[in-house]
């Protein structure tokens, strides 16, 4: 996933680059003929003369593309992470039956539905009619290996305002997604800023996700020939940091849900963190017969909340090990590179 949310950054520092360029623009247009010297060549002062006669339609040119940028970079990204979150579940759980309910119930159906696009003379995807139906058939027939058309998850009608991505990865059993996405602290800080809101408020979801849910707005009367009132160049500014907090919360969110499933299908259980030191960093356990190394992954957790990191130190009797051994149960000392709680529970991921 972190793969998709690159990319997606990368387009958005494009269009942050784009509006730059606006602004270059807007400063070309306060320069008139007279002002340049007398050594320009004279196809600049043409240049010039007629870029001051149509820069206000050129405004309004600069403000469709953005709008069109944005939102089908952010599309393609809800696309795009839908089908990578699938991938991720599926290199955690190997069986067809065991995916999430809500995986298998809406598999079927939707597989219909890409299907009929796959069908379709205009259809420009990737996806074949005979590997989406091999597919389909693996899984009603519980074959392993299996492959799900994780594509047909991503076919949408609608545009992707924040409720219609809710109902999207309800069908992939990621329930209250918007809630969860709002609370994060990245999106939070930014939605409190730019409204002017003490830190901590609660926040309508109307509030938190304007800026998106106005986007798709916007882009549906460009798309149609018609016009609301133009965005500045610092207001689109706004929206572009809106969506990198938007999509990098979005992408935590969905980390965490696999860190679920990693604890339910790819973890061994060690045990309670007996003590932390070091601001929760050195983490004091014991090993209940559980082996493990450097570099392994282990996971924290309580009721409301999981960590992962990698095991970067390792001391048992206060000696630097580079392994513990399942034959006993040791008291262990670990070193991680985020912080765990005394009221953590310990799993050893097995991924």
Sequence with gaps: MQIVLNELNRSLKNIDDLIDYFDLEAKMYNYRSHQILEECEEVFVDLLNSFNNFYTEKRKFNYNTFIISLYGEFE????DIIVAYLE???KIIDNYNLLPKKIIDNHFLLSLELLKKVIEPKYGGSETKENALKNLNDCLSASTPFSLNTRAFALHSANFKH????????KLEVENINLKIAKDRILKTFVEDYNGLSAGVEVAPDVSFFLLNDLV???NEVAHGNFSTLLSNSEMKNYVLFFEKYCNSLVKVLNNETLKLICEFKAKLIG???KCFDDGKIVCFFSNNVGFKLNDVIIGKNSHEMVQSQIIEIKVDD????????DSNYDVGIKVTIPFKENYELLLSQM
């Design 217 to 219: 707005a916007r882009r």
């Design 319 to 326: 000696n630097n090990v580079v392994e513990v051994k399942d």
């Design 88 to 90: 991720e579940v599926l």
């Design 76 to 79: 393609r990204f809800i696309e």
């Design 163 to 170: 409720t219609v991505i809710s109902e999207h990865f309800s």
């Design 272 to 274: 309670p963190v007996d």
